[in-house]
């Protein structure tokens, strides 16, 4: 049978771990096609022609090509009945959290980013303070809360742990941030769970 949905992804592109995320825990198959970052083919013009972004990740389901990896949660939830807001007021709640989150915890993503992959070690030091103020700041909601909204995994928590799930790759003491390493234990042992590396091969598969 052919899958319904076509990831295009990376293996170290945490937005398309969500999107892998997803799809693993919602226990829906999917094709996957493999991007290599490194020789620009997410700039070539057959790429472009699915992604006007040039980015990782795109979902291709239905006819159409999707981009930026909030947006194709919210469209996964939508599709699928699954990890989404209950009603017309938490499916808003659920649209804030991503709005936020991609606020307060992008320099934890960008810490990971200039040292693994080599960038301009001068701007560390302010995206290490940034990282730090983002997950205080989560932290603290937590501390009320097993999931970040409705008392069970939605959307917003599928688009936060792939930042969590890397810390150790961002320098980050996760130790700091006992109400974070809770909250990613419950999404570790939620049933079609992988860790980011195993959410995607490094070639074309059917997954």
């Given amino acids: 049978m052919t899958a319904a949905f076509t990831l295009y992804g990376n293996v170290n592109s945490q937005p398309a771990a969500r999107i892998a995320l997803f799809l693993r825990m919602a226990g829906l198959p999917f094709a996957y096609r493999h991007v290599e970052l490194r020789t620009h083919q997410q700039k070539t013009p057959e790429y472009l022609a699915i992604n006007r972004f040039g980015r990782v990740p795109t979902l291709v389901h239905d006819g159409r090509s999707l981009s930026e990896s909030s947006v194709i949660l919210t469209y996964l939830a939508e599709q699928t009945g699954q990890f989404g807001g209950r009603d017309a007021d938490e499916k808003l709640r659920l649209a804030e959290w991503l709005s936020w989150l991609a606020d307060v915890l992008l320099p934890v993503q960008r810490c990971r980013a200039l040292r693994k992959f080599n960038g301009d070690a001068n701007a560390l030091p302010w995206l290490d303070a ?9 932290d603290q909601h937590l ?31 996760a130790a700091k941030y006992p109400n974070v390493q ?5 999404i570790r042992a939620q049933p079609g769970f992988k860790p980011q590396y195993a959410l995607m091969p490094t070639q074309d598969a059917e997954c």
């Fill in 182 to 186: 809770a909250w990613a234990a419950r």
């Fill in 143 to 173: 501390a009320g809360h097993d999931f970040i909204e409705g008392g069970r995994v939605t959307i917003a928590d599928i688009f936060a742990f792939p930042w969590i799930d890397l810390l150790e790759e961002s320098a980050v003491d």
């Fill in 130 to 138: 940034a990282a730090a103020n983002g997950l205080a700041l989560f």
